[in-house]
Structure formats: C-alpha cells, structure tokens
C-alpha cells in the first residue's frame, strides 16, 4: 500500500501516538482488502455507527475518550444512529428500569461525549442521515467513511457515493485521520456488478422481502436489478427513494451497493456496462418472494397470540411514508369503523423528520389513529432481554432478522393493525 | 496431525483447543448477550448457530468459514478483547469480511497486553479436518497445526 509522506509521517509518530495508531489501524484494515492507497474523505459530513450508551460497550468509550485526549477528533461534523430510549415507546416499569439503569446507563455521558467529538447537532440521531431534514446528504463521487449499513448502501447506490461497508469504529478512523483506504466499493471495478437479478412478480415487490431475498443470493457481492421499472419507474421520486431506503436496509447484511436499471445513477450512466462477465443470474418471481418469506423462523413462544406491539420505522420513516401510512391507516380505520389501531403501535422517524411532520396536518391525523411517533431505535428497543419475549409485529426485515420481531407485508400489518387480529 | 498455511490478519502464536463452527458465525448475535451479562466464558448466545450455541468461547482457538451480520460485530470482538474474555484466535477458512477485520485489528493496534491473533484464507480443507477439542497451535507466519 503506497501511502504520501504525510501518512508516512503520521504512521511513525509525527502527530503523537494516538494518531500514529489511527494511521496503523487504517493501513493494517487496508492491506487486509488489498487497498492500494490512502485517499482523502471527501463527503462534508460523517456519520457514526456507534450511538448507544450501552455498559458493556465501555472499552469502546475509553477508546474514544483516548482519541479525544489526545486531540485526535473527527475531521468532520457527523450524525449519528438513533437512540435506544425513547419515553414515548410503550415499556413497563420493570423493562424502563432495565434500560435506564442496566443497559443503557452511559447514554447520557456518551450523547455529552458526541456532543463534544462534533455531533451535528441534537436531532442528528438517525440511521437515516440522508433525509433532506437531517441534512447529511453525501454528493455522488464523495469518498465517506460510514459504517451504518443501511446508510452505506442509500450512499454507495441511490446517491452514487462511494463507501465500503465498514466496521463499527473504523468510521470514525477513517474521520479522524482524514484518509480511507481505497478498496472495494471506492473503486470503479468494486462497483461492477457480478449479478444480474431479474424481477419477474406480478406485482409491485415488497422493498423489504425483495432486499432479504437478494442479499439472502449475492452475499457481499454487486446486483444489477432489471425489471423494476414497470413498478418504480425512471425518476428517483421521493416515494422511489423511500423504497430504496427499504431496499438496500433489508439487504444491508450483506449488500452495499446495488444497481438498478434505468434508476440508480450508476446504471443510469452506465447501464448494462456495469455488469461483469459470465455474471450469475437470480430471478424473483412471486413464488421466490413466497418462499423467502415462508423461510423466516417464527420465534414467539406462543406463536397464535395476539401481538403486544407493532414497529413501523427499521430504517427511520420519510416524511413520504410518514403522510402515506397516515392516509393508509385512516383508509383501513374507516373500513372498519373504528377510529384508533387496536394494537400499540410505534411509528419511528428521525427527530428532525418527526418535527417537520409535526408542522404538517397529518401530525394530528396520525395521533387521532393512536400510533406512537419516536425517534427510537427499535433494534435497540428490542436488545432488552424483556422485550425479547414480546410479541412484536413489524414490516421491517432488519428488525425481524436481529430479534424475535415478525415479519408482515405492509398489507396485512395494516390490516392487523385496523382488524386486532393476527395473519396466520 | 495437520498443517494449513493462511494469511495473517493479526499475529501471534498461541496453542489452544479448537471449537469449530461449520456456518458463518454471527458477531454480534454470538458475542452480544455474553458480553452484556458479563459472562466470562463467552457463551455463544447465538440460537442459530448450532454447532456454537451455549458453548464457552473465551479462550478457544475459534474455527469457523467467516462472519456475518451487523457493522456492530466489531466492536463486540473488541470488547471481548478488552475485557479478557476473547478466543484464543480466529482462524477462518474463507477470507475475512470488515467486521471481523476491523474488530480484530482495532484490539491488535489499541489493546496492550491482549492477544488474539488472527489467520484466514485457510481453506475449506481445514474447516473439514478440524474438530471440537483438537489441539490447534499457531506457528507463525500463518501455519496453523491441528493435532
């Protein structure tokens, strides 16, 4: 790995020691992926993965509190993953006590701690940074050092930034020390697609059961998506760029950038060009969309029972999708005569998402419906060993792939949510 | 008694007795809940996971073909290191993925007095030859000994 005299001069200590550790981690991270240099972050903002004040996470608060000593700060203002509590979310006292005083019993220090290290500022907490509201909008090209796959993926492939799919901590490496190693996805050929996925279903594929089934077949790897323009069209619409956010989250396990045709920047750029020789193909079909969906363990124990909560938010709603499931949610209310949800419901958003929507009439529609709006992190929510036995319902992979959350098409979550009962 | 070569992530020579996994290993779900409930044997709380699941990881030489799973993973191996309750070594047969890198080089160049070496690249071979409470020892320069 060629590094310029100034990293070179960095790595053997001519900024103190701790820099002289951020540069070895970066380099030795970069050698491990075949990285040939060091080059400049160039995006205005971070983002960092790392938001939660959890205890056992201590080593890491004594690593940053190293780098802050030391004067080795983040080059860059950044946002940050949401919190872990919110007030507003439904939890008994037994479970609050656990979060507050057990689990997340450094978030205080930790938000003060981010406050200081250049946090944008107190409505930065979001996975989705790229909201117009939130304001960290990387331009196409712009190198970044996000670790946040679902914010990585948005990047790397509706946005046209270039970003590998980095580990917790090496974003704000990367951010200290200015420089990223250029491999994988910051290259033109990391970005080449080695799979072509046609979609092939009747109808307008479900964003997070398509994203589970292509990330479940490509692994790590670059799909091309064909077939979607009869249901998102040519324009990335606000609607479109929602369901990509849905996409790429429910993929992020293991995908970070994806082309689709005619769409995404890249593919509309470059198009067929972008895939790679003797490429695989997947097709998706209603069937294949079924069978994914039938693969998903059911992990309640009592697995008939009426669920006690229902999440709608893993990543954070748009302010799109925030009006949409109002007006879906009068819709369904309406049909059944009845005017409130008939399971405790918890939408979530970005704080800064939640306090435009709350200048918008929908604000008071949407409460009249008794859904719960939060800022939360409802992986986070879902970490505390009590709410593990909880019947929780949600139209969110990601949720669904990290708890004992249960997965629903939008449809009938909806239709849960306004009937009570549960889609077997 | 048999020798793979891989490639060094982290070194170290260390000697250990081996716990396999034969499917990826989730990070986050298999370190997470030890860590969280300061279990110093690294209980693997990884329900999906049924060749690791409830077995003490803290000081294993940890066989397995790769990670998976969330960004957060690494900084579970981290802690893992930090806390003195990580595997003896990793040693993957495919190559290593960000996480499992950026955990382990994290502790490598931040940690003092705290080993964990690393090796992938060693092959499907050595994931089929390896067992549960063999003896593995690393030798340096990526050679791994499984007796």
């Known amino acids: 790995?060629?590094?310029?005299?100034?990293?070179?001069?960095?790595?053997?200590?001519?900024?103190?020691?701790?820099?002289?550790?951020?540069?070895?981690?970066?380099?030795?991270?970069?050698?491990?992926?075949?990285?040939?240099?060091?080059?400049?972050?160039?995006?205005?903002?971070?983002?960092?993965?790392?938001?939660?004040?959890?205890?056992?996470?201590?080593?890491?608060?004594?690593?940053?509190?190293?780098?802050?000593?030391?004067?080795?700060?983040?080059?860059?203002?950044?946002?940050?993953?949401?919190?872990?509590?919110?007030?507003?979310?439904?939890?008994?006292?037994?479970?609050?006590?656990?979060?507050?005083?057990?689990?997340?019993?450094?978030?205080?220090?930790?938000?003060?701690?981010?406050?200081?290290?250049?946090?944008?500022?107190d409505k930065a907490y979001t996975c989705t940074c790229y909201l117009d509201q939130v304001g960290n909008l990387p331009q196409r090209g712009e190198i970044l050092s996000w670790a946040e796959p679902s914010a990585v993926s948005y990047a790397n492939s509706v946005l046209g930034a270039r970003c590998n799919r980095n580990s917790g901590m090496m974003d704000l490496m990367g951010a200290v020390a200015g420089f990223v190693p250029r491999f994988g996805l910051l290259t033109d050929e990391?970005?080449?697609?080695?799979?072509?996925?046609?979609?092939?279903?009747?109808?307008?594929?479900?964003?997070?059961?398509?994203?589970?089934?292509?990330?479940?077949?490509?692994?790590?790897?670059?799909p091309y998506i064909a077939g979607m323009k009869r249901w998102l069209g040519t324009e990335l619409t606000e609607a479109v760029r929602s369901y990509l956010?849905?996409?790429?989250?429910?993929?992020?396990?293991?995908?970070?950038?994806?082309?689709?045709?005619?769409?995404?920047?890249?593919?509309?750029?470059?198009?067929?060009?972008?895939?790679?020789?003797?490429?695989?193909?997947?097709?998706?079909?209603?069937?294949?969309?079924?069978?994914?969906?039938?693969?998903?363990?059911?992990?309640?124990?009592?697995?008939?029972?009426?669920?006690?909560?229902?999440?709608?938010?893993?990543?954070?709603?748009?302010?799109?999708?925030?009006?949409?499931?109002t007006l879906r949610l009068e819709c369904g209310l309406q049909e059944e005569r009845r005017k409130r949800v008939r399971i405790p419901t918890v939408f979530t958003a970005a704080p800064a998402v939640i306090e435009e929507f709350s200048r918008t009439e929908y604000a008071k529609r949407l409460k009249d419906t008794g859904v719960i709006l939060s800022y939360v992190c409802p992986l986070m929510y879902m970490n505390n060993p009590l709410c593990g036995s909880l019947r929780v319902i949600t139209n969110s992979n990601k949720l669904r792939g990290y708890s004992t959350a249960r997965y629903y098409p939008e449809e009938e979550l909806l239709d849960m949510l306004t009937k009570g009962e549960i889609e077997e | 008694m048999k020798r793979f070569r891989g490639r060094v992530i982290t070194p170290g020579t260390v000697k250990a007795t081996a716990l396999v996994s034969r499917d990826e290993v989730d990070t986050l779900a298999s370190f997470g809940r030890a860590l969280r409930v300061g279990d110093k044997g690294l209980t693997c709380g990884d329900r999906n996971n049924e060749d690791l699941f409830g077995k003490a990881m803290a000081g294993k030489a940890l066989c397995l073909p790769r990670t998976v799973g969330s960004a957060t993973g690494s900084l579970m191996l981290y802690c893992a290191c930090a806390t003195n309750r990580q595997p003896a070594c990793l040693l993957f047969s495919q190559s290593i993925d960000t996480v499992a890198a950026g955990g382990s080089i994290l502790a490598a160049v931040w940690l003092e007095n705290t080993q964990m070496p690393v090796i992938d690249n060693l092959g499907a071979a050595f994931l089929r030859y390896v067992e549960d409470g063999m003896t593995v020892t690393l030798e340096g320069d990526g050679i791994v000994r499984v007796e």
């Open chain 1, 1 to 121: 790995m060629r590094l310029t005299r100034e990293q070179r001069q960095i790595l053997n200590g001519s900024k103190g020691e701790v820099m002289a550790k951020v540069m070895k981690t970066l380099v030795m991270y970069g050698h491990t992926f075949g990285a040939d240099r060091l080059v400049p972050v160039s995006s205005e903002y971070n983002h960092l993965l790392t938001s939660f004040g959890l205890k056992m996470m201590t080593p890491i608060f004594e690593l940053m509190e190293k780098l802050a000593e030391a004067g080795a700060l983040s080059t860059q203002a950044f946002s940050v993953n949401p919190r872990p509590m919110d007030k507003a979310v439904p939890a008994n006292l037994l479970q609050r006590l656990v979060f507050k005083y057990l689990m997340y019993s450094e978030q205080e220090n930790y938000e003060k701690r981010l406050t200081e290290l250049g946090l944008l500022n």
């Open chain 1, 190 to 222: 990391g970005r080449m697609a080695n799979w072509i996925v046609k979609v092939r279903t009747t109808e307008q594929p479900e964003a997070q059961l398509l994203g589970a089934a292509i990330a479940m077949r490509v692994k790590e790897e670059v």
């Open chain 1, 245 to 325: 956010k849905d996409f790429g989250a429910a993929a992020d396990s293991s995908v970070a950038l994806y082309h689709v045709e005619e769409l995404t920047p890249e593919a509309k750029d470059f198009g067929a060009d972008l895939i790679k020789e003797n490429c695989k193909v997947y097709v998706i079909d209603d069937k294949e969309l079924e069978r994914v969906r039938r693969s998903y363990p059911v992990l309640w124990r009592r697995k008939n029972r009426k669920p006690n909560l229902c999440f709608v938010g893993c990543p954070h709603l748009s302010m799109q999708q925030l009006k949409q499931w």
